[in-house]
């Protein structure tokens, strides 16, 4: 029961109360005990979200990101704590209204600061999903960017031409589009020659076929028309041999030229498949560096963009992200939100304690203040009366020393002067002691006594 009490205490002091006026005012004990419950509630809200902010920003080791969390969670149940305290019970509903406007702004921005980070745990398995489209996506877009880039604008071309003269080595040369004229020109002869020799055929089986009387005329024998088809055959024997020889010049010259295409093919072609070695690999390094990057880049910002379009496309998603934004940006709001309302309601026995007690304080402290510039006045008085006796007791003695010393000086100027003299020095050095008497210098002192020493040796009559 006793551990019991100490928890609600504890909870009722971080809930603003003051345990002093607890005491007075047990009534009022459950509703702090419940602020303060509400407080460590955001609190602990707070440390989870930051734990799971932390991990997916960092990605952390656990214990580390919940360790920064019970700071985020103190400092959260501290400001927290600050709104409640600060808002007193007022009577006028401007006032209140007025204090309450910029806490619930704070609020509002620490409810959304804390509810973020659980809505993207809550969804985080969609949000993954939706992750590796993204970075799918944003794959296929960077090497289309690098396929247009200018410095692999000559990219496609130089790969064509590469091809091609493999193909134009291993075919020696045969391959090289250049050489088409000069291919289908011995196809040409090919086809002449083909056909001079189906002629030369025909004729010499017709000249066969009249020699042995099998056609034609009929009659066997070197007559007339065999000769006549023996000499078709023996000129169609000369086109062949003509046919031939074309065929063979168009070979020779395909071959010579296949073979230079072959030379310039097999020249070309080291040079070539370095820079395309060179092109393709500077394009699958950056690609590759690109693909590193996107694949660790499943922070914050990115899991937010990724709910986004999630949230887009599926209303029941959205609804449910909304809903559940809400629910942890009330529960943030909660403690200001109570304390607002408390204050529009009439003042509880806390509240009026509470004013009174501070109303106390204040007197006491008028009559502590009251009371100290009383003693320091007296202070000063006391001082100023025992500076002015110290001040009076040394004009006495300065005025005794300088009585002595006319007294000295009369002495003195009667024992030199006549009778007549002494007569007239003091009253002439009463005048002039009558006239100084406010000054009570050493000085003016001197000064005095000398000039009665002047006046009593200058009467005439007198020996020096």
């Known amino acids: 029961m006793a551990r019991r009490r100490r928890i609600g205490d504890g909870l009722a002091t971080l809930g603003g109360a003051r345990p002093e006026l607890l005491e007075a005012s047990p009534g009022s ?45 103190f400092v959260v149940v501290n400001l927290d704590r600050m709104l409640l305290v600060g808002m007193a019970h007022d009577a006028s509903v401007g006032r209140n ?103 030369h055929q025909q004729l010499q089986a017709r000249a066969q076929c009249e020699l042995d009387g099998t056609c034609g005329t009929g009659e066997a024998g070197q007559g007339t028309a065999y000769q006549s088809a023996a000499a078709a055959a023996d000129a169609a024997t000369a086109s062949v041999a003509a046919a031939r020889t074309a065929l063979d010049d168009a070979r020779d010259t395909a071959t010579e030229a296949e073979q230079r295409s072959l030379a310039l093919a097999q020249t070309s072609l080291a040079t070539d498949t370095a820079q395309l070695e060179r092109l393709t690999a500077d394009q699958d390094r950056l690609q590759a560096q690109f693909d590193a990057a996107n694949e660790g880049s499943g922070g914050i910002l990115l899991r937010l963009e990724a ?43 806390y509240d009026e304690l509470a004013a009174l007690r501070d109303r106390g304080d204040i007197e006491v402290e008028e ?73 009570t210098g050493p000085i003016r002192l001197a000064r005095s006594a000398a000039r009665t020493v002047r006046t009593a040796t200058r009467r005439p009559g007198v020996p020096a």
């Open 29 to 73: 004990r459950p509703r702090f005990v419940a602020l303060g419950g509400v407080l460590l509630s955001t609190g602990g809200l707070a440390v989870v979200s930051m734990a799971f902010a932390v991990a997916m920003a960092l990605g952390v080791w656990w214990p580390v990101a919940l360790l920064v969390g019970l700071g985020w969670g």
């Open 97 to 199: 209204i007025a204090l309450a406007i910029p806490r619930l702004g704070l609020a509002l921005v620490l409810g959304v600061v804390i509810a973020t980070p659980l809505t993207l745990q809550v969804f985080h398995k969609e949000i993954d999903t939706e992750i590796v489209t993204m970075q799918a996506e944003a794959a296929d877009e960077y090497r289309a960017s690098l396929d247009t880039d200018t410095r692999f604008a000559g990219l496609p071309d130089l790969t064509q031409k590469v091809a091609l003269e493999e193909q134009i080595v291993a075919t020696g040369g045969a391959a090289d589009p250049a050489l088409v004229g000069v291919q289908a020109d011995v196809a040409a002869k090919q086809t002449a020659l083909d056909q001079a020799m189906a002629t």
């Open 307 to 349: 709910l986004d379009r999630l949230s887009d496309r599926n209303s029941t998603l959205w609804a449910a992200k909304t809903m559940l934004s809400l629910l942890f940006l009330c529960v943030e709001m909660l403690p200001v939100l109570v304390k607002l309302l408390l204050n529009f309601g009439p003042p509880s026995a």
């Open 367 to 439: 009559l502590q203040k009251q009371s100290r510039v009383d003693i320091a006045q007296a202070q000063e008085e006391l001082l100023v009366m025992a500076e002015k006796e110290r001040v009076d007791r040394q004009k006495q003695a300065i005025l005794a020393r300088r009585r002595a010393a006319l007294a000295s000086a009369v002495q003195q100027a009667t024992t030199t002067a006549p009778a007549a003299a002494p007569a007239e020095a003091p009253a002439a050095g009463g005048d002039d002691s009558l006239r100084a008497l406010w000054d």
